[in-house]
Structures are given as structure tokens and as C-alpha cells.
Nanobody
Framework: VQLQASGGGLVQTGGSLRLSCAVS????????MAWYRQAPDKQRELVAT???????DYEDSVNGRFTISKDSAKNTVDLQMNSLKPEDTAAYFC????????????????WGQGTQVTVSS
């Protein structure tokens, strides 16, 4: 299983970026898809989650500015980021959690390689 993230870059305060993550390989059952971020010298934090039935959840600081969406047919998860702030600067990682095979009894986490988002003031 591979997760390929793209879409990061440099943007000014107030600007927008759209991150995309493509999942390849076989996962028997995906339960959640998510985006995390990690700023220098800080712990990785959960930014947004979308469940298999489409329920979304956001970290408080991005609620109302970021939108997570998925395309189950294409196995992709996107993060639309609007009204970006300098404090959004971080490496962003996509995550998929699910059952690897039909015999799996525990969830497996899969991670993308990270894409850098830099917001200038």
C-alpha cells in the first residue's frame, strides 16, 4: 500500500491550497482517511478526518477554513485549505486507517510521505 501526497507549496497569508493523497494497493476495508501536520519542533497533530460514511471532524483551529473530502472510487482524499495563516505552516501527512485483509482483527495505519505547506506573513 502506498499513499502519495501532493499539492503543497508556498502561499501568502489568506491564500488557498489543495492537498491531494492517492492511495494505491489493496486495503480490505478503509475506516478513516485523515490529514495530519507537523511543524518544526512540534508533535504531529490531527487536522481533519473523514470516515467511510462521510462524517468529517476538524481540529478547532482549522474548522471553517479547511475541508476534507474523499473519492472512494478513486481512493483519494483531499484537503482544501482556505484563509491560510502562518501558523498553518507544517509538513502535511495523509493517513488511512483500515483492515488490511478480511482476516485482520486490528486496524493498520498507512502514511504518506508528507507535503510541505508554507504560509508567509
Amino acid at each position: 500500500v502506498q499513499l502519495q501526497a501532493s499539492g503543497g507549496g508556498l502561499v501568502q497569508t489568506g491564500g488557498s491550497l489543495r492537498l491531494s493523497c492517492a492511495v494505491s494497493g489493496n486495503i480490505f476495508s478503509i475506516r478513516t482517511m485523515a490529514w495530519y501536520r507537523q511543524a518544526p519542533d512540534k508533535q504531529r497533530e490531527l487536522v481533519a478526518t473523514i470516515t467511510s460514511n462521510g462524517r468529517t471532524d476538524y481540529e478547532d483551529s482549522v474548522n471553517g477554513r479547511f475541508t476534507i473530502s474523499k473519492d472512494s472510487a478513486k481512493n483519494t482524499v483531499d484537503l482544501q485549505m482556505n484563509s491560510l495563516k502562518p501558523e498553518d505552516t507544517a509538513a502535511y501527512f495523509c493517513n488511512v486507517r483500515g483492515l488490511r485483509t478480511s482476516h485482520s482483527i486490528t486496524m493498520t495505519d498507512y502514511w504518506g510521505q508528507g507535503t510541505q505547506v508554507t504560509v508567509s506573513s
